[in-house]
């Protein structure tokens, strides 16, 4: 294995165990809290990225997407608003084949 390929796997490993770290923190009953992790879980993740999820005694998989929708009934409406900034957020890292002459119309709109 070479050393490039061995950073990748390193870099994979610690986004992994910090997004599981922070959907464990997503249970804390402070906003501030609740909305710091689903900014960072935006900022790391990728919408199908999966996080391991703790659902009483088992652990499940789901993806990071899912994990901000679920904030986004949060009762909390600073929470849910930044459940919706790290949906937009997760969605605009993720690559879209998009042919430039189709969209250069918005461009256009003041």
Known sequence: ?????????????????????????????????????????????????????????SQSSTSALSVLGDFSRDPDGRVRTQSFQSMVCISAVTPFNIDSEKTRWWKTIP
């Open 1 to 57: 294995m070479n050393r490039k390929c061995l950073g990748d796997w390193c870099e994979i490993l610690v986004s992994n165990r910090l997004l599981l770290f922070l959907t464990q923190l997503l249970r804390d009953s402070s906003h501030l809290v609740r909305c710091k992790c689903l900014e960072l879980i935006g900022a790391l993740g990728s919408p199908d990225h999966s996080v391991a999820a703790d659902v009483g005694q």
